[in-house]
């Protein structure tokens, strides 16, 4: 069974950081492209960063250029560095698979932008 276990979120300010990571268990990210998603209230589930197996990356707009996705393979981790935080990058943070999406989400982590 996949477990997906996100933390590193909190409370940040505007053009602040914050990083991210998430770590999974009963699935070995190595040769899957992984993702990170958010939610913000009301709104529907979005990616905003992935990389794949090769370490090819990709940013939605709105993350590029302030959020870095990296992955560790050996200690199947996936993480976000999230710089220059905006208001509306406030939203519950997830990771999952970045093309197919496994049914069994994480408790999500809860990134929130003050200004």
């Known amino acids: 069974q996949v477990q997906l276990v996100e933390s590193g979120g909190g409370l940040a300010q505007v053009g602040g950081s914050l990083r991210l990571s998430c770590t999974g268990s009963g699935v070995a990210f190595s040769d899957r492209a992984m993702g990170w998603y958010r939610q913000a209230p009301g709104k529907q589930r979005e990616l905003v960063a992935s990389?794949?197996?090769?370490?090819?990356?990709g940013y939605a707009d709105s993350a590029q250029g302030r959020f870095t996705i990296s992955r560790d393979d050996a200690k199947n981790t996936v993480s976000l560095q999230m710089d220059s935080l905006k208001p509306e990058d406030t939203a519950v943070y997830y990771c999952?698979?970045?093309?197919?999406?496994?049914?069994?989400w994480g408790q999500g982590t809860q990134v929130t932008v003050s200004s």
């Open positions: 990389i794949s197996p090769g370490g090819k990356i």
């Open positions: 999952n698979h970045a093309a197919a999406p496994w049914n069994s």
